[in-house]
């Protein structure tokens, strides 16, 4: 009621404020756009610049970090993005926008390489609910447990039940704000790094991994003039609770991927991500990906309801985990940029 108070009284005033409009937006624009900010007339205009001494541009940096609560570093040069992403906090992602993407990672160069899969076909439909916004459609860890059912999440009349990839914890079940706040925590940054030859940053997950692990540390970083034209390395310690459960690191791709060795090397519109695998020293490779199979869990393809034709939804994806799964598993992935 109040709110509705208030435009009431804002469109009795608004004929008074439309003289501080550039001539080219409309009323409308100013109430419902940007209010406003950045928009003056040309005497309003001229009065501030004689007014305020005009600073000189500060030159940009090819990083920027994001603090609490998002935990967050993009390093972009104009040719190169790099993303790396702790996440500390997270909504419901079937409530929200967020995703459950805690500690996930993205390299661009000349083309996507390293990158989310998915797609924003529909805010309601089952691609998104079922795998767009899962950890196992992002470059993330998963620690499955073999015990939980895979269909027994969170049911929807419209969707049936949601599957059970041992990702991030769904933040679910809720009822008011204080009880909220306790179980969104997902991640903590524990340090950051930005520099000309450095960009480094180390959270600990373990929060988003609370019912099977101890403790999941992950550090990314970004060594830009190491390499052809930059060496990308995640490094990840798990404690998981059990012998049994299955840990997984994830990494997705536009195009299929050439496997050798312990090496996956990934194309895509002219750039190169050549993969390296120190951690473990014994592991194994699963490759899933190809027509029909983008968005495969369990067995089903969540495919989009607007197809992937001319979007970057993705190819596929290719899962390390270890040949032998024990309470304590470490990854070391290097990935260096190349044409």
């Given at each position: 009621?109040?709110?509705?108070?208030?435009?009431?009284?804002?469109?009795?005033?608004?004929?008074?404020?439309?003289?501080?409009?550039?001539?080219?937006?409309?009323?409308?624009?100013?109430?419902?756009?940007?209010?406003?900010?950045?928009?003056?007339?040309?005497?309003?205009?001229?009065?501030?610049?004689?007014l305020t001494p005009v600073k000189p541009a500060e030159p940009l940096l090819p990083y920027r970090y994001?603090?609490?609560?998002?935990?967050?570093?993009?390093?972009?040069?104009?040719?190169?993005?790099?993303?790396?992403?702790?996440?500390?906090?997270?909504?419901?992602?079937?409530?929200?926008?967020?995703?459950?993407?805690?500690?996930?990672?993205?390299?661009?160069?000349?083309?996507?390489?390293?990158?989310?899969?998915?797609?924003?076909?529909?805010?309601?439909s089952q691609h998104r609910y079922c795998y767009a916004v899962r950890t196992s459609a992002h470059n993330?860890?998963?620690?499955?447990?073999?015990?939980?059912?895979v269909w027994d999440g969170w049911k929807e009349e419209r969707w049936g039940p949601f599957c059970y990839?041992?990702?991030?914890?769904?933040?679910?079940?809720?009822?008011?704000?204080?009880?909220?706040?306790?179980?969104?925590?997902?991640?903590?940054?524990?340090?950051?790094?930005?520099?000309?030859?450095?960009?480094?940053?180390?959270?600990?997950?373990?929060?988003?991994?609370?019912?099977?692990?101890?403790?999941?540390?992950?550090?990314?970083?970004?060594?830009?003039?190491?390499?052809?034209?930059?060496?990308?390395?995640?490094?990840?310690?798990?404690?998981?609770?059990?012998?049994?459960?299955?840990?997984?690191?994830?990494?997705?791709?536009?195009?299929?991927?050439?496997?050798?060795?312990?090496?996956?090397?990934?194309?895509?519109?002219?750039?190169?991500?050549?993969?390296?695998?120190?951690?473990?020293?014994?592991?194994?490779?699963?490759?899933?990906?190809?027509?029909?199979?983008?968005?495969?869990?369990?067995?089903?393809?969540?495919?989009?309801?607007?197809?992937?034709?001319?979007?970057?939804?993705?190819?596929?994806?290719?899962?390390?985990?270890?040949?032998?799964?024990?309470?304590?598993?470490?990854?070391?992935?290097?990935?260096?940029?190349?044409?």
């Amino acid at each position: 009621t109040g709110n509705a108070r208030y435009w009431e009284e804002y469109e009795k005033s608004a004929k008074y404020t439309e003289y501080l409009l550039p001539p080219q937006r409309g009323d409308d624009y100013y109430r419902h756009g940007s209010f406003g900010e950045g928009l003056f007339s040309p005497v309003v205009y001229l009065m501030w610049r004689h007014l305020t001494p005009v600073k000189p541009a500060e030159p940009l940096l090819p990083y920027r970090y994001f603090g609490s609560p998002v935990g967050l570093t993009v390093f972009n040069d104009g040719e190169r993005v790099v993303l790396m992403k702790i996440g500390e906090l997270c909504a419901s992602p079937y409530g929200s926008h967020d995703h459950l993407d805690t500690g996930c990672f993205q390299v661009y160069y000349k083309g996507a390489l390293a990158t989310d899969s998915g797609l924003y076909d529909n805010y309601c439909s089952q691609h998104r609910y079922c795998y767009a916004v899962r950890t196992s459609a992002h470059n993330c860890l998963t620690v499955f447990d073999p015990q939980k059912p895979v269909w027994d999440g969170w049911k929807e009349e419209r969707w049936g039940p949601f599957c059970y990839d041992g990702g991030v914890r769904f933040v679910g079940g809720v009822r008011n704000m204080s009880q909220w706040m306790q179980c969104n925590r997902m991640a903590t940054v524990l340090s950051h790094t930005e520099s000309d030859d450095l960009c480094e940053l180390v959270g600990d997950l373990t929060e988003a991994y609370a019912d099977r692990c101890e403790r999941v540390i992950r550090k990314m970083r970004f060594e830009p003039k190491a390499g052809k034209h930059g060496i990308l390395t995640v490094e990840d310690e798990i404690v998981s609770k059990s012998s049994d459960f299955v840990t997984a690191f994830h990494l997705h791709m536009q195009e299929k991927p050439e496997i050798k060795d312990n090496t996956v090397t990934i194309r895509h519109m002219g750039g190169k991500l050549i993969c390296h695998v120190e951690e473990p020293q014994d592991f194994k490779i699963e490759v899933i990906g190809g027509e029909g199979k983008e968005f495969l869990i369990d067995g089903i393809n969540f495919a989009t309801d607007r197809g992937n034709e001319f979007t970057e939804a993705g190819w596929g994806q290719v899962i390390l985990s270890p040949k032998k799964q024990t309470t304590n598993t470490k990854f070391k992935i290097r990935m260096e940029i190349c044409d």
